[in-house]
């Protein structure tokens, strides 16, 4: 199925609908069986409603433009948002956990099977479709942000699926038991992904340098683009949101002119520029003197 190219808007406001939705739908699934299973696979839907909460704030409030007192812009908001997005994960992971230990405690059947399975087959398919279209949108706009959410989105599909399975082996073996056993199992991967979240976004919080392969890409840009320059050095990047901070002192010939120095700036900014869009650059330029003959030599 081919879906129409829409804003990053839409599709933020569209993944917290659908999200709220397939939250309501598995918590109706739970309220049926009353199977604790089913009431995991519920709470672990409010990872995609606070994911997509974050990427609604990441969309619209770190897209503001800098101003006096925010001059390199407000792209961390994304960071700062996707942090709660962690914390309130790992509390819906303690909430499973809880339960399932009361499930252990003290078992219980499940109750009109056929019906719950049979709703919680229906948000595990609309699931399916949204994640389909998460991944076919980040192919359109270029986003692997939006790639890697649908492809997490499938990985719950995934998730469901073998919840369903695990409470119809309940239903069919009897053993009441394991319906506590598979809301545990839930647990521990949406507490490993709470974790996730946390720890990559305050990585970056911190600013994290650009991962080695861009920075690779970054150095063979700036080589094959800096002709009439010496050398570059005490290179740093970090990144921000959508944006890459790139700076690094460039070392030109001590009779060149501040002109000749300024269009060699020019045309690394502009090559990086059109590799990295969105990239944020500032270029000290020194004179030969400053040479330590290592970093970036130019080709």
């Given at each position: 199925m081919k879906f129409p190219?829409?804003?990053l808007d839409r599709i933020a406001l569209g993944s917290l609908g659908v999200s709220l939705v397939v939250l309501a739908v598995k918590y109706v699934a739970y309220l049926l069986t009353g199977s604790v299973a089913l009431y995991s696979d519920a709470l672990e839907s409010i990872i995609n409603v606070a994911t997509a909460t974050a990427a609604?704030?990441?969309i619209r409030f770190a897209a503001l433009p800098p101003d006096q007192n925010h001059p390199y812009g407000h792209q961390k908001a994304e960071y700062l948002s996707a942090v709660a997005v962690g914390?309130?994960?790992i509390l819906a992971?303690?909430?499973i956990l809880y339960e399932a230990y009361?499930?252990?405690v003290a078992p219980r059947p499940i109750e009109a099977p056929a019906a719950g399975l049979a709703v919680s087959?229906?948000?595990t398919l609309l699931n399916g479709l949204w994640s389909r279209l998460l991944i076919q949108q980040g192919?359109?706009?270029r986003s692997a942000a939006l790639k890697a959410d649908g492809k997490h989105l499938l990985a719950d599909v995934v998730t469901s699926l073998g919840v369903l399975v695990g409470v119809a082996l309940v239903v069919v073996t009897g053993i009441e038991r394991l319906d506590p056993a598979i809301a545990a199992l839930v647990a521990l991967h949406v507490l490993w992904?709470?974790?996730?979240v946390v720890r990559d976004n305050a990585s970056a919080l911190m600013d994290e340098a650009a991962p080695p392969d861009e920075l690779a890409r970054i150095k063979t840009i700036i080589a094959e683009s800096a002709a009439g320059a010496i050398e570059v050095h005490a290179l740093r990047t970090r990144h921000a949101g959508k944006a890459t901070f790139i700076d690094f002192h460039l070392v030109v010939s001590s009779a060149m002119t501040v002109g000749d120095a300024h269009d060699i700036c020019d045309r690394i900014e502009g090559a990086l520029k059109s590799a990295l869009p969105g990239c944020l650059i500032a270029i000290h330029v020194e004179p030969e003197g400053k040479a330590e003959r290592e970093g970036v030599i130019v080709m």
């Open positions: 190219t829409l804003s609604i704030v990441a914390v309130l994960i992971a303690l909430a009361q499930g252990f087959m229906g948000a192919q359109a706009h992904s709470g974790g996730g």
